[in-house]
């Protein structure tokens, strides 16, 4: 699900990405996006992409990829804190 357009635009001002970057990262349900609120572990994970971004150089799809290695280590040690309410898939639904 796709946000609607001021969501965007918030969550693009509160992490740093463009409204274009955050779009795709919800089209490609790399971030899940429910509700009107800005919800704090999403912003987080939008926040770790843009520092991937600007601290490696990374492209987006770069960043996507490094991102869930970094879930599944997380997941692997155990580190994982809590219920996730923004998460990646590894596979598309459908």
């Not at 609120?37 to 999403?42: E, N, T, V």
């Not at 994970?45 to 150089?57: K, N, P, Y």
């Not at 991102?67 to 898939?89: C, H, K, M």
């Amino acid at each position: 699900m796709v946000p609607d357009d001021a969501l965007l635009r918030r969550l693009a001002r509160s992490s740093g990405l463009r409204s274009g970057e955050v779009r795709r990262l919800a089209e490609l349900e790399v971030v899940i996006v429910g509700g009107g609120a800005l919800q704090p572990a999403l912003v987080r994970r939008l926040r770790r992409i843009r520092r991937l971004r600007r601290d490696l150089g990374l492209s987006l799809d770069a960043a996507i990829i490094v991102l869930r290695l970094l879930d599944r280590i997380d997941e692997l040690e155990g580190t994982r804190p809590g219920p996730q309410r923004a998460r990646v898939l590894d596979e598309l639904p459908g």
